[in-house]
């Protein structure tokens, strides 16, 4: 059974610009989220979603974006970059509509800003 | 809003000696426990998990973690580590309040175990 697979792994932006991030969940997960992970700040929850539909969201501002289609990919997008944006982008992905908490992480893109 | 402290960043040890990781939560109500570890170079992976019943659970690799509500713990424990087990825990809680989708992470522990 294949992981949860994100693309792309390594990418290379200059602020101001924009980024999006895609995600493969496992086959017949419906529950994708997305986790920022800096040295600094950790693993910090950005939003999740399920069946098409934002579930939670976490504090981050506007420019964080997502959805899900209906095949259950998820895609996040980061417009006007900053500095502070660099970190490694984790998707996991869950198979229970209650989701308990309990993850499968892809092994994340790592957004570096210049 | 709900948090996770692991007191312990940096720990080191030689191979089969005893592990505790402390892992503390702030939330009064229903939560679900996890720890998950991350092996140099791969993906975060589930090593145990509580949501209820009996307050010791086991998981992969001969971890257990100790559920202590009183003290609002979940610390992680392994009575011999090996090398293999070098790699960063990081502890987490799902709340009713902020919606069971939503872990909430401690800062992680790094450990290094030396042969």
């Known amino acids: 059974k294949a992981g949860v697979t994100q693309t792309p792994r390594y990418l290379i932006k200059t602020r101001g610009q924009q980024v999006t991030l895609s995600c493969s969940p496992i086959?017949?997960?419906?529950?994708v989220s997305w986790y920022q992970q800096t040295p600094g700040q950790g693993l910090q929850f950005l939003f999740e979603y399920f069946s098409e539909t934002q579930r939670n969201k976490g504090n981050f501002p506007g420019r964080f974006s997502g959805r899900q289609f209906s095949n259950s990919r998820s895609e996040m997008n980061v417009s006007t970059l900053e500095l502070g944006d660099s970190a490694l982008y984790l998707c996991?992905?869950?198979?229970?509509?209650?989701?308990?908490?309990?993850?499968?992480f892809g092994e994340g893109s790592r957004l570096t800003v210049l | 809003a709900q948090s996770v402290s692991q007191h312990n960043h940096h720990v080191i040890l030689s191979e089969a000696a005893s592990l505790e990781l402390g892992c503390n939560y702030s939330?009064?109500?229903?939560?679900?426990l996890f720890w998950y570890v991350q092996y140099p170079g791969q993906h975060l992976q589930l090593l145990l998990k509580?949501?209820?019943?009996?307050?010791l659970v086991k998981g992969i690799k001969g971890f257990e973690a100790e559920f202590i509500k009183s003290k609002f713990s979940f610390n992680l424990r392994k009575p011999s580590v090996q090398w293999s087990d070098t790699a960063e825990y990081f502890c987490?809680?799902?709340?009713?309040?902020?919606?069971?989708?939503?872990?909430?992470f401690g800062t992680g522990t790094r450990l290094l175990v030396s042969p």
């Open positions: 509580y949501f209820s019943g009996d307050p």
């Open positions: 086959s017949g997960h419906r529950s």
């Open positions: 996991a992905s869950s198979t229970s509509g209650a989701n308990t908490g309990e993850l499968f």
């Open positions: 987490a809680v799902t709340t009713m309040n902020t919606g069971f989708q939503k872990l909430v």
């Open positions: 939330y009064g109500g229903t939560v679900n």
